[in-house]
């Protein structure tokens, strides 16, 4: 659905409650409620259990000074899964986020007056279970260790997090989690020349920097020299895989 479509959703939205006069073909949950919204879709659908099933738009009205938002995305037997947008009154989009089984998985954007300043990425632990096992890389000696978890806290920062100036779109700032542990980070805003000999000194022991080819840190295509943050194009799949201990 287009941002346009959102906007149009956003302002107009008087929606009726309506229950379907006919079974629904070809779904797995039977619908008894939904909305209609002035453009003929069918949102904010219920099942015969009150599960959420299929796109919803959700109305958060704000408190204590906090603007009101808009979240729209899908629902399945009640868990959020896919990529949820979060819109501000005028319609423009505040973050976007992926679920998986209800947990923020993968690349989620973040925006200031709907321009992008952060992009980052989530790592959904496996909620079935008491804990999670993740396999993470250490920045000194490139060696695998594994890192048990709580699965209760559901996600965590896996990946890199990058800061953006939102009206100039330059890098202010670097982080790249394991597990939510810090083991890269660069600013690249001024700094004095205490912080630069600091970091300097610090970059020195990062394998992402060093002369060898980084392993299974970017994407790369074959025969192609290693990209450096800096050059980082904005499609780029620059995630490191995320691998976990087998059960």
Known sequence: MSLCLMIS??????????????????????????????NGDTIN????????????????????GEPSLYEYGSYANNIRVGKWNVYDND?????????????????????????????GNYLALRSKYEYDTVMVEDPNTNLLRPVVIKADVGS?????????????????????????????????TNTNAVDSNYKELKNKTMPHISNKPPSSVWMLEKGKKPVKYTDIPENAEYVKPNVRKSK
């Not at 920062?157 to 939510?180: A, C, M, N």
């Open 9 to 38: 959703i956003i302002s107009f939205a008087q929606k009726k409650k309506t229950t379907p006069t006919a079974p629904v073909i070809n779904q797995v949950a039977k619908i008894v409620s939904y909305e209609v919204l002035e």
């Open 45 to 64: 659908k219920l099942d015969q259990n009150k599960h959420k099933q299929g796109k919803w738009l959700i109305f958060n009205e704000g408190k204590y």
């Open 91 to 119: 319609g423009r989009v505040v973050s976007e986020e992926n679920f998986k089984s209800g947990i923020k998985d993968g690349e989620a954007r973040y925006f200031d007056n709907g321009k992008l300043y952060c992009i």
């Open 156 to 188: 965590v920062r896996h990946g890199l997090w990058t800061y953006y100036e939102p009206f100039t779109s330059k890098i202010e700032k670097v982080i790249e989690y394991q597990v939510d542990e810090v083991i890269y980070e660069r600013d690249y």
